[in-house]
């Protein structure tokens, strides 16, 4: 299935496709970590405490889906949220992503450094409607 794309509105499949790859700890802890800056592998490593194989993994599942898009620098590739992601985020004045069935909030730290209204995470990341 190929990634949402510009111009794209998330219908079902492309949203099962999204959800799909944030299904996972390490790649909500890296959303989380570009929600607040684009990052390079290296970083990002260092950040989440794994081997870069795992991270490269994950990036790349991420990058599929269309979630993220990697930026080749010099020989380091860092990655960034994608600019449909990002009007995701933007629907909901940025306090979560916005999928049209559910949302994917975000806790206070992570948005309050984006200089973004937060909304509280809670028990679970996602909020069904």
């Known amino acids: 299935m190929r990634p949402v794309s510009e111009g794209d509105v998330l219908n079902p499949r492309q949203c099962a496709t999204v959800?799909?790859?944030?299904?996972?700890?390490?790649?909500?802890?890296?959303?989380?970590?570009?929600?607040?800056?684009?990052?390079?592998?290296?970083?990002?490593?260092?950040?989440?405490?794994?081997?870069?194989?795992?991270?490269?993994?994950?990036?790349?599942?991420?990058?599929?889906?269309?979630?993220?898009?990697?930026?080749?620098?010099?020989?380091?590739?860092?990655?960034?949220i994608t600019p449909v992601m990002q009007r995701v985020l933007a629907g909901r004045q940025g306090k979560a992503l916005d999928f049209g069935c559910c949302e994917l909030r975000f806790p206070e730290s992570v948005l309050a450094a984006t200089k973004t209204p937060a909304a509280d995470m809670g028990s679970s990341p996602m909020a069904h409607r």
């Open 19 to 80: 959800l799909k790859a944030l299904a996972d700890e390490t790649r909500l802890r890296i959303l989380e970590s570009l929600l607040v800056k684009e990052k390079c592998v290296t970083a990002l490593v260092r950040e989440l405490g794994c081997p870069q194989p795992h991270a490269s993994h994950h990036l790349r599942i991420l990058r599929d889906s269309g979630v993220v898009e990697g930026i080749r620098e010099g020989k380091q590739v860092c990655y960034r």
